[in-house]
């Protein structure tokens, strides 16, 4: 059961949002962001967009500028990169903040997002497809890890 927020029975931090939530009201102090001409809203890393009765959580949209990455994330690197990786998203420094990117391909992750799908094995190997980013689990020590990879 979701609350008026989005947020599931017993979660409030947003990532812990379903996107695809359906919301009556945006939350207190959202901020309006347009990216690539579409209206988003942000609140405290939730994104929203507009619908008929309301508004929808949904993933991050590449393009979006933040000023500040969403309470969270975690620093990873791709050689010399660092990207700032929470719940999916990954967030490289822009001017004025923070800007939502594509998938860095080769980027480790110590977990994977919500909602992710098992699929078949891709080179005798397990993937898992979290909204059409593949990311390939790897054993590191005791600990499982995740790679992206091209799909």
């Not at 988003?40 to 393009?63: C, E, I």
């Not at 969403?70 to 001017?95: D, I, N």
Request: with cysteine; charged share 15%.
């Amino acid at each position: 059961m979701l609350d008026h927020h989005g947020f599931a029975a017993g979660k409030r931090h947003p990532l812990q949002q379903a996107a695809g939530a359906a919301v009556a009201t945006l939350p207190p102090g959202h901020r309006r962001i347009v990216v690539h001409g579409s209206p988003y809203f942000f609140y405290d890393g939730a994104f929203y967009r507009p619908q008929a009765s309301g508004y929808v959580v949904v993933a991050p949209p590449v393009g979006a500028v933040i000023e500040v990455v969403p309470a969270g994330c975690v620093p990873v690197k791709r050689g010399t990169a660092t990207y700032h990786y929470c719940a999916g998203a990954f967030y490289s420094t822009a001017p004025g903040g923070f800007v939502v990117v594509e998938p860095p391909i080769g980027v480790t992750v110590d977990e994977l997002p919500i909602g992710c799908e098992d699929i078949d094995e891709l080179d005798g190997v397990e993937h898992y497809s979290c909204s059409g980013v593949l990311y390939r689990p790897v054993v590191r020590g005791s600990e499982t890890v995740y790679i992206t990879v091209k799909p």
